[in-house]
Each structure stands twice: as C-alpha cells, then as structure tokens.
C-alpha cells in the first residue's frame, strides 16, 4: 500500500508517472487541502451572490425582464435606505477612528506596566466573550428607555462597540508595541527627544502594519453592531441607529427580494472596491 | 513630581478600563447571588433553558470543529503548497471576509432555500463552518512556520494528515486557538441568521432566545444571562496566552 501511493495510483502509465514529480505531487495535494474552502465559498457565497446580482437587476424569481437599473435607482431615492446607509457610514467614520485611539491609549499605558496594568491585562477582554444578551440586560439597567428612543441611542450603541472592541485592540495594539525594538527609544532619549516626538516618529510609523489590521477589525465589527442595536431597539429602533442592517433585514421579513438584492449589492460594492484597491496598493508598495 | 501625578494619571485610566470591562460581570454576579434560588428556578421551571443550553453549545460545538478543519486545511495549503493562481484566490477570501454579514444572508438564504436546508439547524451550522476567516488566520500563522520543520516530517514519511496535526497544529497553536476561540464566540452570538434562515421562534438558539426574555423575565434573566456567559468566559481563560500570542504572530508577517 505505502509503496503504490509512492509511485502514484496504479491507473497511471509510465509516462504520466514521471510527468508527476514532486512539484506535481505538492500541488495535488495542495489542492486536496484547498478544496474544502474552495468548495464552500464558491456554494455558499459566490455562485448564490451572483443569483443575488441577478435578482437585483429583475432576472430571478420568475421573473426574467431585465430591469436594467430601475431597481437600484428606485432603492437609492429611497428615504429609509438614505437613513439607513447615511447612519452606517456616521457609525464606521466615528467608530473606527474612536477605536484605534482609546486602543492605543490603554496599550501606550499598558506597556509601562503601571501599578492596576496586570488586573487591567486579565479583565480587558471580558466585553469580547460576553453574550450580547447578557450586555443588553446590564444596559437595560443603566440606560433608561426614554434614552434608547432619543437620538442619544447612537451614541450609546457607538460606546458599547468602544466598549465591546476596545479590548482586543488593545491587546494585538500591545503585541505590535512589544516587537519595536528597545534600543530605538535609547537612541532617541540620548538624542534628546520627548516622548511626543517618540511617539510621533518611532511607535506610530512602526506600528503602522498593526493599526491598519486593527483597523481592518474594526470595520469588520462595526459592522456587527448591528446585534446590540437589534436586542436594544428590535426591528424598528429609533431612527439614528436604523443601520443598512435593519433595511436588509426588514425586506427579507417582507419577502421584498428585489429591494434586498439591491441593497446587497450596494453594501458590498464600497467594501469590494476597498478592498480590492488596498489589496493592489500593497501588493505595488511590496 | 511631575512623574508621579503622570504615572497616577496614567494608572487611573487604567483601572477605569479594568471597571468598564469588570462591572458588567459583577453586576450579573450580583443579581444572581442575591437571590440564590434562581439557580434552581432556571433549569427546574424552564426546562426549555436547559434544553437551549445545551442545544445551543452542540451546534456551536460543531460549527467550531467544522471551520478548525476546513481553516488548517485551506491555510497549510495557501501556506506552503504551490497552487495555481493563489494572490487571487487569497484576495477573494479576503474580499469575502470583509463583507458584512448582511450581505452574505441574502446569499446564503437563497442557496440554503434551493437545497431544501432552511428551518433546519444546517442552515445555521454549514455557512458558518465555510467562513474564510479561520483559512485566512490560519494561512498567515503557517507561513510563519519554518519549511525545515515541514520538510523533516516528509523526510520522515509523515502523511498529510500526520503533516497537518501532529506537526504544523501544534506549531501554530496560537494561531489555531485564536481561531477556536473567536469562532465559538460568533457562534455563540449569533443573531441574525436563526432570525432569518429559521421560521419557528422555538428553535431559536440561546443567544436570541435570551434576548427575547427583556425585562419581563428579569429575575431570571441574571442567572440565564450568567449561565449563557459561562462557556465563553472558560475558553478565554483556557486560551487568553494563544489568543495574545495569535494577536502578535498575525502582526509579525
């Protein structure tokens, strides 16, 4: 048995069987390990998504005229969708920046191991693995409704995904603190420079690859809040936190798959497009 | 002077980070143990908790094994296997990472419609278990692994399966446990797809269940709430070193 799979399956000739080197072998099984997650991404995403592209331009369903753009123009003079794409956008535009500031802050205090540092270290992540029911339970009890039906609700969902992500961040932002060499802030002491300055040319051009993953993080699950935001204010919450979210996930209890499809479409497009640009950027400055 | 009201300054805040991250568990603590007997109360009058709990903890239990396998897989062979077009097909699976979960639902729904899944707990387990996010971590920690390691294994006749789990795991353990870890979570979070992929409200999961409690099961809703908490809570303390070490390895390159 071992010596049959050493010379390739049985059913080859000798010609192929030479043709099959090591390289040939590698990618085989290569491709072995792949396919898995090819598999699943190719079945469960991308062939339903373009059934999805389809839908959004008239073509599922029973359907079959093509409705060119009609459908996209009728979601986009939408009042709901507007509302709901404008409080998603406020939310990552604030968010985010919020994010990687107070994570930096706890990791720069952190990292000098202060007195309360090591009790700060063990509980800072307790938000991530917390159920969000049980979160929405404590905030029940701090918040009162009347501050859930105001527009104050954005800001406490924006406090609880600080609250909630703050955590992790601080911890990879430490991790990446911990790989900038030492000597560098030696040499910079000597040379007389203030931590300012430290911080300004030696910590933050350094860790620059860590903040932009945690960047990338935080896009991630600022896109999550959506949970808090439906356990807080169900499918019709107060109208400054009616993310993109509540949109899809209305339309999908009004069966409206032509609204949804369209909507899918134009929340992933600004993502795809992102993506891909950084992606390219990399890969030119590499 | 100066330094020691900095240095004050400075470990205040921190403990105030320690307070916000703590306060919430006390609080539940504290409901729970000023009334001791609803310990009882949550698993001998609502059977249907006790039911959820553990129904709950199997399928993220099985979503969790699924994307493990799947993400050692995918990530051993866009690490260290030569495949054809492989910068596409790492940016696909980072393309697809990123979007957000809304996106992926509507996708997801018409697939799981066609092939008859919805209403079942598949439609909640399989998208899960496809997730690129565990093949992307776990690309970027086996490629910190050192080829000689891999090469010494083969030397030694180790098959795919021997390569992947007695070798290449363990060496990337962190990042594996990163992986267990944050995938367990989302699962045990989970939220919006029983909303949409299940009809029946009884079939819910844990975690919308619970929310659905609000304040009208408030009294038990502490001892629930801090049941629903316990499993998380015990893989961050099994896995707090990895999931820190993971955090650093991803950032290494």
Request: glycine fraction near 10%.
């Amino acid at each position: 048995m071992q010596r049959l799979k050493k010379n390739g399956p049985i059913w080859m000739n000798e010609k192929k069987k030479r043709l099959l080197s090591l390289r040939g072998r590698r990618q085989l099984v290569g491709g072995f390990l792949f396919v898995p997650i090819l598999l699943g991404t190719v079945v469960f995403f991308a062939m339903p998504f373009c059934m999805v592209i389809g839908y959004s331009f008239g073509l599922g369903g029973g359907q079959v005229r093509f409705a060119g753009f009609a459908n996209y123009l009728k979601v986009l003079g939408s009042e709901s969708f507007r509302l709901a794409a404008g409080n998603t956008v406020k939310f990552l535009v604030l968010g985010v920046p919020l994010l990687l500031v107070l994570g930096l802050t706890l990791a720069l205090l952190l990292s000098r191991a202060l007195p309360g540092s090591r009790l700060c270290g063990n509980t800072i992540l307790l938000p991530l693995v917390l159920p969000i029911a049980s979160i929405v339970m404590v905030v029940e009890w701090m918040i009162p409704v009347s501050v859930l039906e105001s527009p104050a609700a954005f800001r406490v969902l924006l406090a609880l995904y600080l609250w909630k992500n703050g955590g992790y961040i601080t911890v990879l932002l430490l991790a990446g603190l911990s790989l900038i060499p030492r000597e560098l802030y030696d040499t910079a002491a000597i040379e007389g420079a203030g931590s300012a300055a430290k911080l300004r040319y030696i910590t933050l051009p350094l860790l620059t690859p860590s903040l932009t993953f945690c960047a990338v993080l935080g896009v991630i699950n600022s896109f999550k809040s959506y949970r808090e935001a439906f356990l807080l204010g169900g499918n019709y919450p107060h109208e400054s936190i009616y993310l993109l979210q509540h949109f899809l996930n209305n339309n999908f209890e009004n069966l409206n798959y032509t609204r949804l499809a369209v909507a899918s479409v134009l929340t992933a497009l600004p993502v795809v497009v992102a993506t891909v640009g950084l992606l390219l950027w990399q890969r030119r400055r590499a | 002077m100066k330094k020691t009201v900095r240095k004050w300054a400075g470990s205040s805040v921190i403990l105030l980070a320690a307070a916000a991250a703590l306060g919430p568990v006390l609080y539940l603590l504290w409901g729970c143990f000023s009334d001791p007997q609803g310990f009882w109360l949550t698993f001998l009058r609502t059977p249907e908790y006790l039911y959820k709990f553990w129904n709950s903890l199997g399928i993220c239990a099985v979503i969790t094994a699924g994307q493990l396998l799947v993400s050692c897989m995918g990530g051993l062979a866009l690490a260290k296997y030569p495949l054809p077009g492989k910068r596409f097909l790492i940016g696909a699976l980072v393309v697809v990472l990123l979007l957000p979960l809304q996106v992926t639902l509507m996708p997801s729904y018409l697939i799981l419609d066609r092939m008859g899944l919805l209403d079942t707990v598949w439609a909640l387990i399989l998208p899960a278990v496809f997730s690129p996010f565990g093949t992307i971590v776990m690309w970027m920690t086996f490629r910190g692994v050192p080829d000689s390691l891999m090469d010494a294994a083969q030397i030694d006749g180790a098959g795919v399966w021997a390569l992947l789990f007695q070798i290449m795991v363990p060496a990337g353990r962190s990042g594996a446990a990163s992986v267990l870890l944050l995938t367990f979570i989302d699962a045990w979070n989970m939220a919006e797809q029983p909303m949409v992929f299940l009809s029946d409200v009884s079939e819910y999961p844990l975690s919308v269940f619970l929310a659905s409690l609000g304040r009208e099961g408030f009294s038990l809703s502490f001892h629930s709430g801090l049941l629903s908490m316990l499993p998380a809570v015990l893989l961050l303390l099994a896995f707090r070193e990895e999931l820190v070490q993971g955090g650093g390895l991803l950032l290494e390159k």
